[in-house]
């Protein structure tokens, strides 16, 4: 089943644009990070991997699975209750959302993200 899917073109990188992405969340300016929340380093990581183009196939699914990984690897995927912080339906509509967008929509695009990250880790507030 898997060889159905398999690709020559899937993940393949274009340029070095992936890891500019990975490194832009770990900006410095005189010593203070640039994105000092791991929200923010998790949108913007998700909206530079969308916006780079940095693979010839799976740019979405690519920056979706970074996505992920990022909150997982820094304990911030699964929310107290043992539910994750964003479902697969609210991840998908946003990265559709990111590569539909407009440049100069950047920064409202990636704060909508914070926010939905900020409110199901707090579990405070239901929508």
Do not use: W
């Amino acid at each position: 089943m898997y060889s159905d899917y398999q690709s020559d073109i899937f993940a393949k990188p274009k340029d070095n644009s992936f890891h500019s992405s990975i490194n832009q969340i770990r900006q410095t300016f005189s010593g203070q990070e640039l994105y000092p929340t791991i929200e923010e380093k998790a949108a913007n990581l998700l909206y530079f991997i969308v916006k780079n183009h940095s693979f010839v196939d799976g740019n979405k699914r690519i920056a979706a699975a970074c996505f992920v990984y990022f909150l997982h690897k820094n304990k911030a995927l699964i929310k107290q209750n043992n539910k994750t912080i964003i479902s697969n339906e609210a991840l998908a509509s946003l990265t559709l959302f990111i590569a539909t967008s407009k440049m100069e929509e950047a920064s409202i695009v990636k704060h909508l993200i914070i926010s939905i990250l900020n409110r199901n880790i707090d579990n405070k507030t239901s929508f």
